[in-house]
T-cell receptor, first 109, second 111 residues
């Protein structure tokens, strides 16, 4: 079983839609969780960290469920510019960072 | 602000050749990582380091070697290039408990 698993998508949504991504992790010792965004042929860039209590940044909300070992990302009011691949990241302890395969999002007019 | 710098940006190698991918960071981060990303796929961890003199294998270390003699530098060595090593290679660094910062990547083709 992979350490971090995501639905690869693609998710095709119209502008203004709400879309949710889930990501599961296998190592219960994982301590650090993040969501990254990657545009085509570019390096990944941090979208947001994921905290146990859940956190929100504008249209984006991230949540962590330790009991079920998954993290989620909710995007509200999708914009064309949100089209990208979203990568979840789990860390074993505070050292190793393992990326999921990524979920591709396509927002259409 | 340089951040994480990778060189070269592009390289074409012949089968059996060797090369070193360079990675340098100026943020004094303890942790550094090498990932590879094949087309349409996610990032796979090759090697990582938690400090100078300390390295450890990731998911796909075969065919690669690393060293970490200084905090700033974390080179990745390919000894005998194979077509299966055609990929985009990303280097990243981070402080403990915080997010990782990535270099712009090295696009390697082995022919």
């Amino acid at each position: 079983r992979k350490e971090v698993e995501q639905d690869p998508g693609p998710f095709n949504v119209p502008e203004g839609a709400t879309v949710a991504f889930n990501c599961t992790y296998s190592n219960s010792a994982s301590q650090s969780f993040f969501w990254y965004r990657q545009d085509c042929r570019k390096e990944p860039k941090l979208l947001m960290s994921v905290y146990s209590s859940g956190n929100e940044d504008g249209r984006f909300t991230a949540q962590l469920n330790r009991a079920s070992q998954y993290i989620s990302l909710l995007i509200r009011d999708s914009k064309l510019s949100d089209s990208a691949t979203y990568l979840c990241v789990g860390g074993t302890g505070f050292q190793k960072l393992v990326f999921g395969t990524g979920t591709r999002l396509l927002v259409s007019p | 602000n340089a951040g994480v710098t990778q060189t070269p940006k592009f390289r074409i190698l012949k089968i059996g050749q060797s090369m070193t991918l360079q990675c340098a960071q100026d943020m004094n981060h303890n942790y550094m990582y090498w990932y590879r990303q094949d087309p349409g796929m996610g990032l796979k961890l090759i090697y990582y380091s938690v400090g100078a003199g300390i390295t450890d294998k990731g998911e796909v270390p075969n065919g690669y070697n690393v060293s970490r003699s200084t905090t700033e530098d974390f080179p990745l060595r390919l000894e005998l290039a194979a077509p299966s090593q055609t990929s985009v290679y990303f280097c990243a660094s981070r402080p403990p408990k915080a997010e990782a910062f990535f270099g712009q990547g090295t696009r390697l083709t082995v022919v």
